[in-house]
């Protein structure tokens, strides 16, 4: 039977970094991964370090367009009604963190764990040779009329008091930025500080390759099933295999769930279906990553095209696409560059979503023989460097970055 010292469950961005710090302190390191490491939602994402998305996704304003956002198939937010009986359980609790002291506690969270992820991520890059790939213009948000960017302003003033840095902006000041964006009503935000990645495929492939060469051992099987014994954490893979570990990691994003079931932790997590399209350009019509407010999607500046990524749909890990989500993308982008045509492809992926907006960073109820690191939802990319800082402080057993309280499975 296989011995390793850290066995991290997951290949996405979270384990990747979380395999390259403990690497990085000597430690031996085995990354179980069924698909190419760094492929998944770690992949298929904006490609943004989104310092600004400090409030969680649920708020008082999301409870009161909870019916519309949920049941109108083209809105930015869906369910899949054939889940809505499995899902249940879950919006009953993100329907009670989205009242206002929790939404703001959340928040406050939030916005403590995001800061300094740029800088984080500057260093990284620097680590693994991936600074050409990080570009650091900012980002904007587009209101395209008066209401949405009234409701933007708001927003914007929320953001601030918990330290955003951000610039309102007039359609004309867009369009200074951004030429190919024209607008006759509303206006936009900037955040200046946010830095994005020209092809996040290429960064996690970076990482990757920084892991193999530090000495990390990659094994494309599934794992099955987790088992605390006397000698350590023994993992049960796909081709019947064991491996016995001193440390497991759990950073298996949407898929972690039943791995914490199996060792005694009942974590609230549900899977978010997100979707990309994209147009292949030789020049790009964009400088910087622009979301749509309203429509809830990113046009990301991407090598030799233009990602247009977002939407929710609350429904499992089916691989079925659902069209109008598709739709949705290609008609959005459409009312900004009418003559884009038809994307080149489109892509699927499942993000893990936990109630409260916050990830589960923190040794397990039994010890720190067990860690996880999941659940960050729309910011994993964000958050990957200081969650490997977090997860190394649990096993070394030294000062976290931030207070890491309001990350534990205990507040399940």
Sequence with gaps: ???????????????LCIALRMLNLGREVTLIEPEEAGSGASYGNAGTIAEYAVLPVGSPEVIKRLPSLLFNKNSPIAIKRSEILSLAPWLIKFLYQSMPKQAAKNAQSISEILANARLRWEQLASQINGCSLLNS?????????KSIY???????DHRKTLGLNAQMLSPSELQRLEPNISLTEGGAAYFPDCAYMSDP????????????????????????????????????LDNKSKIISKHLIVSAGAFSKKFAQQVGDNIPLDVERGYHVEYDMNEPLLSRPCCSADGGFYMSPMTGRLRVVGTVELGGVSPQISRHRINHLESGVSNFFPGLGVSNRSWLGFRPSIPDSKPVISASRRGNDVIYAFGHGHIGLTLAPVTAEIVESIIIGGEPPIPIHEFSVQRF
């Design 201 to 236: 495929g290429k960064m996690m492939k970076l990482l990757l390759d920084a892991c193999i060469e530090k000495g990390c051992k990659v094994i494309r099987q599934s794992a099955k099933n987790v088992d605390r014994l006397k000698t350590g954490t023994e993992i049960t």
């Design 1 to 15: 039977m296989e011995k390793t010292d850290i066995l991290v469950l997951g290949g996405g961005v979270i384990g």
């Design 137 to 145: 213009n900012g980002s904007i948000y587009i209101y395209k009329s």
């Design 150 to 156: 009234d409701a933007g302003v708001r927003d914007i």
